[in-house]
């Protein structure tokens, strides 16, 4: 039976990615500036494996952000009274902005100034979201 992935190292993951969509930047050139296979960015991006320090620094770098973006948001790794990781926000956030839907979605819907406009847009996604099903979050 496999291990799942630490909630830290998930969200440090999705962090790269996102920030790696926002500058058009593949798995590959990635990989290519760090010495390493498309393929070990994926795990990396998906928590699978651990980043260590110095290649953390050197993924912030690449990717131009401080090293502590890519831990921004995220759980504490301090479990709380219910004996879990408490985060600032729930990891479906996290893993949405990390597509690269989801981002599109976002710089697209900030760009939108009419409030009533970027309302009817939320209600519209919200009822084709309750055609779906229940949340299932």
Not at 19 to 38: H, N
Not at 88 to 117: C, H, N, Q, W
């Amino acid at each position: 039976m496999s291990k799942a992935p630490n909630p830290v190292d998930k969200y440090v993951g999705s962090r790269v990615r996102m920030r790696r969509i926002m500058l058009g930047m593949s798995q590959e050139k990635l990989g290519e500036a760090l010495g390493l296979t498309f393929q070990q960015i994926q795990k990396y991006e998906k928590g699978t494996n651990r980043v260590g320090a110095s290649r953390i620094q050197q993924i912030a770098e690449i990717l131009q952000v401080p090293v502590s973006f890519l831990f921004e948001g995220g759980p504490s790794g301090v479990p709380g009274p219910d004996g879990f990781a408490e985060g600032a926000s729930p990891s479906y956030v996290s893993d949405f902005l990390a597509t690269s839907e989801g981002l599109a979605l976002t710089k697209a819907f900030t760009r939108i100034t009419d409030s009533k406009m970027r309302r009817s847009i939320v209600d519209l996604v919200e009822q084709i979201a309750a055609r779906e099903g229940p949340d299932k979050r």
